[in-house]
């Protein structure tokens, strides 16, 4: 809709924001100028009206920036951000999507509000597409330049959301609000590094244009049954595809869960039985805090509680790959070896609730 659909007079006052500003002003704020001088109101700002409808949020998040904070100078981290979130917004804009709001590094993109269009799904996805690969082209700039690369995980929801200004006279916003935004939010926190997830509902409002995987369920914390989510991986009718990543973090989550510790040898337990601390657990390994030292390539059978999903560990097995010292703790890596389905099932279980709760 063009500015003087939705009022006459709104043209020439986005003209003068826009030579003020240096910017256009974005749908939101045009939709709340035209209930203004719709309203022939002089005082307070007049109110959108908050109303339901159906949306796509698309939900983008740094993989590995905060630690990053810590090993880099401030001026570096600084001009990395901006030129990954400037790059971001851009392809954001060419999609006409609304970008909701930035959270440090993260930022929410809406496509239907305040504004629906019959392809806001399909413009949802390819700016996803678009986004990962506009993050390829940002680590070959920083590699030349000898900066660390930075990753993204994408998240994108489709579903029915109440929309409009919220707050007070004092201060408000327009925004978008309920179940489907915090979904869209927890489907992110599953994408590792160059993915993007998408849930069923968006996945069946794509009208069969974008290629993805088959379904897996992830156990999401809110939710009483498991959510059904599809990594995206092209949409041919626009020659997009998302760039593939060589290497891939899987979910790890800390944790302290005490742990009970047997050496093996030749297959069998040997030895008395010592005690550990898990510091984190992945879907393949975990992180030991120990109380007596273990040697690169030692074999352990574990046992321990997961009582968030009320389940005992006690077949699992793991081998040690590396030993190190951190503020005076002995710390060791293990992957898992041996593990039973059950057991397997529950840790991932375990791990997805963790993920999907922070």
């Known amino acids: 809709m063009t500015p003087s659909e939705l009022h006459p007079a709104l043209a020439p006052v986005l003209a003068v924001l826009a030579r003020e500003t240096g910017s256009p002003a974005s749908p939101a704020v045009q939709a709340e100028l035209a209930a203004i001088l719709a309203a022939g109101h002089s005082g307070l700002p007049t109110q959108l009206a908050v109303e339901q409808r159906e949306v796509t949020i698309l939900v ?33 804009f060419r999609y006409e999507g609304v970008i909701d709001k930035f959270n440090g590094d993260s930022l929410t993109v809406l496509f239907g ?19 990962q690969l506009a993050m390829r082209e940002l680590n070959n700039h920083y590699l030349r330049r000898q900066m660390p690369e930075l990753h993204l995980g994408i998240g994108v929801n489709t579903g029915m959301v109440m929309a409009g200004r919220f707050g007070s006279q004092a201060y408000s916003e327009y925004a978008v609000i309920g179940s489907q ?27 069969g244009v974008a290629s993805a995987t088959e379904p897996k369920e992830v156990f999401v914390a809110g939710k009483s049954l498991p959510v059904k989510v599809r990594e995206l991986i092209a949409i041919a009718a626009r020659r997009l595809k998302v760039p593939r990543q060589e290497f891939r973090r899987s979910h790890r989550v800390e944790v302290r869960v005490p742990c009970s510790m047997r050496q093996i040898d030749n297959g069998q337990p040997i030895g008395d039985t010592h005690r550990a601390l898990i510091r984190d657990v992945g879907y393949h390994g ?20 997961l009582t968030l999903v009320d389940y005992h560990v006690e077949d699992l097995r793991a081998r040690v790959t590396k030993v190190k010292r951190e503020e005076g703790r002995l710390l060791a890596g293990l992957e898992f070896t041996s593990i039973g389905v059950e057991t397997n099932a529950k840790i991932q279980m375990f791990v997805q609730l963790l993920v999907g709760a922070g």
């Open 60 to 92: 983008a998040d740094l993989r590995g920036f905060t630690a990053l904070t810590a090993t880099q100078p401030a001026g570096t981290i600084v001009t990395m951000l901006n030129l990954c979130l400037s790059k971001l917004s851009e392809v954001v």
């Open 113 to 131: 509000a305040p504004t629906a269009r019959e392809d806001d799904v399909l413009r949802a996805l390819c700016c996803a597409v678009e986004m």
């Open 181 to 207: 935004v915090s979904l869209a939010s927890r489907i992110e926190s599953f994408s590792l590094r160059g993915q993007v997830l998408i849930s069923e509902n968006t996945y069946a409002r794509c009208n």
């Open 286 to 305: 975990l992180l030991l805090e120990l109380e007596r030292p273990l040697s690169h390539q030692d074999e352990v059978a574990l046992a321990f509680d």
